[in-house]
């Protein structure tokens, strides 16, 4: 799996918008990005997901560049049970089997009340 | 709703003890699925994919005499800590992928073992 940097942690007020960015300069055309979330000691959680276009779901949104190369994960408005590890994933089919996800550190967002 | 269903959740077991996980996937099958392992303040390690009707495939560095995994049916997969030691203490989740790159992967809530 092509891989993904992202900030070791990011911290944001409560009720104000965050962007965690994300970059991953080596995707290739058929990878999509996928974010999910894990809240203290339970699995990760779906976000959002998206190929070229921005997408927009009732938890967050998902801005791609246009080359790419990076995107940005926006929560319009933090709320406390946002304060979690947000994995930023590039995912791509190659082969049987080959839809697992590989993990990275995350960006630990801790949010202020 | 959960769509992924881990248990136990929660393990406290001697040394020694063998100790079995299991992982359901609800309203859909799964011909495949993850495990994962997570030590505190680390992201997860993907330890093995388990294939219905077949054999698993192991990462490296994953014993897959001590992590035994059994995945009989297209609904469930088992992981099986064999003689497990303090070291194998951790955090165990599975997930089961949709048949489409384009759908979310779906995850367990993990199971919290403890060795003593």
């Known amino acids: 799996d092509a891989k993904t940097t992202q900030p070791n942690s990011m911290e944001s007020n409560e009720e104000e918008p965050v962007h965690l960015p994300c970059n991953h300069s080596?995707?290739?055309?058929?990878?999509?990005i996928h974010w999910y979330r894990q809240l203290p000691s339970q699995g990760p959680e779906y976000v959002i997901h998206?190929?070229?276009s921005n997408v927009n779901n009732r938890m967050a949104s998902l801005a791609i560049a246009e080359d790419r190369k990076s995107s940005t994960l926006i929560l319009h408005r933090a709320t406390l049970r946002d304060a979690a590890v947000y994995y930023c994933?590039?995912?791509?089919?190659?082969?049987?089997?080959?839809?697992?996800?590989?993990f990275g550190k995350g960006t630990k967002l801790s949010v202020i009340p | 709703g959960a769509v992924v269903s881990q248990h136990p959740s929660w393990v406290i077991c001697k040394s020694g003890t063998s100790v079995k996980i299991e992982c359901r996937s609800l309203?859909?099958?799964?011909?495949?699925m993850f495990w994962y392992r997570q030590f505190p303040k680390q992201s997860l390690m993907l330890m093995a994919t388990?294939?219905?009707?077949?054999?698993?495939?192991?990462e490296q560095g994953v014993e897959k005499d001590k992590f035994l995994i059994n995945h009989a049916s297209l609904t469930l997969s088992t992981l099986t800590v064999t003689s497990a030691h303090p070291e194998d203490s951790s955090f165990y989740i599975c997930?089961?992928?949709?048949?489409?790159?384009?759908?979310?992967?779906?995850f367990g809530d993990g199971t919290r073992l403890s060795i003593l």
């Open positions: 309203d859909f099958q799964a011909t495949t």
């Open positions: 080596t995707i290739s055309g058929t990878d999509y």
């Open positions: 997930s089961a992928p949709p048949g489409d790159v384009n759908q979310p992967q779906h």
């Open positions: 994933i590039l995912r791509g089919y190659s082969g049987a089997g080959s839809y697992q996800l590989t």
């Open positions: 998206g190929l070229t």
């Open positions: 388990s294939n219905e009707g077949s054999k698993a495939t192991y």
